[in-house]
């Protein structure tokens, strides 16, 4: 089960371009960190937010489009599954219906106090993965 899409606008800044005039490979990680981090906060409850934290533990990107200064761009990041301490999530950057980037990341929950990977329990699950309405 795919918990819904969460969308997350981004902006491009002058320091993104690089030397060929378009957004720089690394930015796209800065960005899906942040679109991760976004669904993050707009579900969790406050005091999951406060105890806990997210690490990233792989990324696999596929560059399709360059992105330029003055595009409109938004990620769509869906939460695919829940695995122990690990989120497994895919992010789509596009700009209008045009694909720029697809990626697939995986995450590890993080403990604030302990800094250790911690499960994460059905209560928190139950916030990104509603029970279908029939």
């Known amino acids: 089960m795919t918990a819904p899409a969460h969308y997350f606008p981004i902006t491009i800044l002058p320091d993104d ?3 060929m005039g378009h957004v720089n490979n690394a930015r796209y990680l800065g960005w899906v ?7 993050w906060h707009k579900l969790a409850p406050a005091e999951a937010i406060a105890a806990h934290g ?7 990107i596929t560059y399709r489009k360059p992105a330029f200064l003055d595009d409109e761009v938004i990620a769509k990041v869906l939460l695919e599954r829940i695995q122990g301490a690990r989120a497994f999530y895919q992010t789509v950057v596009k700009r209008g219906e045009e694909v720029l980037v697809e990626i697939q990341s995986s995450w590890c929950f993080i403990d604030m106090e302990t800094l250790r990977p911690a499960r994460i329990g059905e209560e928190i699950a139950a916030f990104f993965f509603p029970p279908r309405e029939d």
Do not use: G, N, P
Not at 54 to 60: N, Q, R, S, Y
């Open 17 to 19: 371009i690089d030397f």
């Open 33 to 39: 960190q942040d679109a991760v981090l976004s669904h």
């Open 54 to 60: 997210w690490v990233a533990l792989k990324h696999e």
